[in-house]
């Protein structure tokens, strides 16, 4: 069964960095392109980035361009979200999902809390 | 960027009832639509791609139409498992913007 692991959320300090990452398991990683959604609490959905399957082609929204760089490893099987100067508003649960070949996000770890406070 | 309009935002209804959910996207994004189902502290579900292709293992109950602007998400006959939140989602773009939300609650 297809599995997505994300970890790293926690607590930080507006203007402080954070690091997530999402281990995948069960299928050929380097195959599928992937992405970053979130939710802030009692939201909806946000996408935030999205990552082809060699990394060469990168996107960002709007509300985190210039401050969150989305990466890969093929070799570790692994995803990452490195967010640097972070706001109150970033507070949310970060899910990665997979984008399957019918371009839908077919499948989505449990999610990592960030909660940006003083 | 494109976005994304759902309607309506809570709708109440009870077992048995058919039930319709509206998305219109800002500019025409073909048939690149996607329905979610998200319940409490879970993730997304994928329901329906290609705005009227059932993902593998969705029951039939569900159902999706329309192309261009305009789509909906119908449960023929809502369970009580399908009490949640339902979000659409265009791909026309790498964006992948998401509608805001249509909570089913019981009526």
């Known amino acids: 069964e297809v599995q997505l692991v994300e970890s790293g959320g926690g607590l930080v300090q507006p203007g402080g960095s954070l690091r997530l990452s999402c281990a995948a398991s069960?299928?050929?990683?380097?195959?599928?392109?992937m992405n970053w959604v979130r939710q802030a609490p009692g939201k909806g959905l946000e996408w935030v980035s999205y990552?082809?399957?060699?990394?060469?082609?990168?996107y960002y929204a709007d509300s985190v361009k210039g401050r969150f760089t989305i990466s890969r490893d093929n070799a570790k099987n692994s995803l990452y979200l490195q967010m640097n100067s972070l706001r109150d508003e970033d507070t949310a649960v970060y899910y990665c999902?997979?984008?399957?070949?019918?371009?839908?996000?077919?499948?989505w770890g449990q999610g990592t809390l960030v909660t940006v406070s003083s | 960027d494109i976005q994304m309009t759902q309607s309506p935002s809570t709708l109440s209804a009870s077992v048995g009832d058919r039930v319709t959910i509206t998305c219109r996207a800002s500019?025409?994004?073909?048939?690149?639509l996607a329905w979610y189902q998200q319940k409490p502290g879970k993730a997304p579900k994928l329901l329906i791609y290609?705005?009227?292709s059932l993902e593998s293992g969705v029951p039939s109950r569900f159902s999706g139409s329309g192309s261009g602007t305009e789509f909906t998400l119908t449960i023929s006959s809502l369970q009580p498992d399908d009490f949640a939140t339902y979000y659409c989602?265009?791909?026309?773009?790498?964006?992948?913007?998401f509608g805001h939300g249509t909570k089913v609650e019981v009526k």
């Open positions: 990552i082809s399957s060699g990394g060469s082609a990168i």
């Open positions: 069960e299928f050929t990683f380097s195959s599928y392109s």
């Open positions: 290609k705005a009227s």
């Open positions: 500019q025409s994004i073909s048939s690149w």
């Open positions: 999902a997979r984008r399957n070949s019918n371009y839908n996000f077919d499948y």
């Open positions: 989602q265009q791909y026309n773009s790498y964006s992948g913007t």
